[in-house]
């Protein structure tokens, strides 16, 4: 079987924000198709990975995105007050707008992430952290990405609404959708990653759940030793 053509090429990529080196000489590629689990302590480099992978923070090396790949990136944390007098309705219509597409794929947009066309009513400081979540995946769903950048993106978010996100998410791979995830839920990362790229200050490792995902590595990752507890299923 013929391997899927990379999507994204990272060659010694190298962050300094200030006088201070967030990043080091981080190779990977993320084939077409599959996703790409970003794990690692607080402060270890995994917000300014993304925002380096979509041109937002300057770098050094190379990050090479497939011809082609649209890019969908959904932070953790928005910068909008929440109290604003601004519904579902005004975020996702803005987007549509400056992204050229018919307001008619908003209530598709929805449909993907597994929201109610009723949330274009509600002002966005009056949902759910989940649903708030889940309304900034379908903003970003709206430019018809070929990959979606997930910066953990159940942070905050209750059980329930965790479950949904994760099924979410498992839905957009099923469709093609190409994600890189940061997330600290190891279990989640083990059972649905095809790689992993474990973030530390000192050191980097790359490689598929089964073989990244051990109590050795995880403590060198971690600082300490990490539980890890997934059911059984078959071998990566």
Known sequence: MTA????????????????VEILRDLSFA?????SLAVIGPNGSGKTVLFRALIGALPHSGSVRWAPGARIGYVPQKLDLERDLPVTGSDLLFARARLAGRPPSEIESALARVGLVPDVLKKLVGTLSGGQFQRLLMAFALLTSPTVLLLDEPTA?????????MNDTVRRLQAEGVTVLLISHDLSVVFRFATNVLCLTRDHTCFGIPRQVLTPDILTQVYGEPVGLFVHDEPAR
């Open 156 to 164: 905050g978010v209750d059980e329930p609404g965790q479950e949904r």
């Open 30 to 34: 993320v084939p077409a198709g599959s």
């Open 4 to 19: 899927n053509p990379n999507v994204l090429e990272v060659e010694h990529l190298s962050v300094r924000l200030g006088d």
